[in-house]
């Protein structure tokens, strides 16, 4: 299965700085394809994404699943991918 990876900031240098990438994966949900991402693209991707303390999802990142935010979808994390959707990564940011 082929989905749309669309990181933005810093996860776009961590990722090698591609404004989009088509990644082929057996991630059967977003839950899954996350962890395959952090695999792939190791602590620093890692450090962005999940919370240091909880281990859970960082509350402050953005990730949207065809343009909808995970947290308003029915089955948040545990969302069925299927071929041909577009995952976009915005990570935490701050400044002023």
Avoid: C, W
Avoid at 5 to 19: C, D, V
Avoid at 30 to 53: C, H, K, Q, S, W
């Amino acid at each position: 299965m082929a989905v749309r990876i669309k990181p933005y900031f810093t996860l776009r240098r961590i990722m090698g700085n591609q404004q989009f990438m088509e990644i082929d994966s057996d991630s059967k949900t977003l839950e899954d394809l996350l962890e395959n991402l952090i695999t792939m693209y190791g602590p620093e991707f890692r450090a962005v994404v999940l919370d240091a303390e909880t281990g859970g999802m960082n509350p402050n990142i953005q990730i949207l699943v065809n343009g909808r935010s995970y947290r308003n979808l029915p089955h948040k994390l545990k969302t069925l991918l299927k071929s041909g959707d577009e995952i976009s990564l915005f990570p935490p940011i701050a400044g002023g």
